[in-house]
């Protein structure tokens, strides 16, 4: 993994609102979570650099999730539905949705810092080879059980486990970015369709063979630690991850996929489906 760009670079691109150099689509899918989207909604409104748009995909929701997003003081707020249940389901359509040179996404319960997209475009201004970025969380509430299991096991085993499978760090659901033309290439191949499929890893492994994935240690967001307050939800994630990694055995085993990297860094030919001939 790769990390530790130049903070003081972000600072001086969202020094003044007008310097943007890349259009921001912020997508955040919600399924009853009215309370926290609001919250999220505020931390975006008190970006340096603001995003240029905010898709909030609503999931069916039965409470005032829509009716919180369309009243955000946040600029450039989008309500979309999404009626099929299921977080990929209501994300890729977020990301179809979405405009922007650079598409980010958060969770409801995300809280970023102010100069979170400032830091965002700052990297893909400053590593233009950079084609997804993305960094961790740290909680901001829960129990110390809730605390251990989702840094230690859940976090950390995930971007060790599958930086290891992937050959490059893996998208972090609550808190990655990505220019538009990746979504574009891999959207026909994701598992959007299925509510057990963990949707920012079912990505990862779905992103073209060449596309470069920076891990960024500093570009951290808050996240909250409620999926980890209990053994079935703790459970619950944990089903949802080895479900999506056997949904790509063999096809996506790990040895192919370095094959593939390795084929594209090299130049040799590759099959249509990214895979060495």
Known sequence: ??????????????????????????????????????????????????????????????????????????AGVVVVDEPVPGIWSASSTGYDAATGDIIVRIDADSRPPVDWLAHIEAIFVTMPEVDAVTGPGEFYDGSAIATLLGRNLYLGGYFWSMSLWLGQPPLFGSNFAMRREVWADARGRVHRTDPRIHDDLD??????????????????????????????????????????????????????RRAARRAVEHHDPIEPDGFPV
């Open 1 to 74: 993994m790769s990390g530790g760009s130049d903070r003081s670079v972000g600072r001086r691109i969202a020094s003044g609102r007008e310097s943007r150099v890349l259009k921001v689509s912020v997508v955040i899918p919600a399924r009853n979570d009215a309370p926290m989207l609001e919250r999220a909604l505020q931390h975006l409104a008190s970006q340096l650099r603001p995003a240029d748009e905010i898709v909030v995909v609503d999931n069916g929701s039965t409470d005032d999730t829509a009716a919180v997003a369309r009243a955000s003081q946040a």
């Open 203 to 256: 990505l990862s492994i779905h992103l073209a063979p060449g596309t470069r994935v920076h891990y960024e240690d500093t570009l951290a967001v808050g996240i909250s630690g409620r999926p980890f307050a209990s053994w079935s939800g703790f459970g619950r994630r944990i089903d949802w991850a080895f479900h999506t990694i056997g949904a790509h055995l063999p096809e996506e085993a790990p040895w192919r």
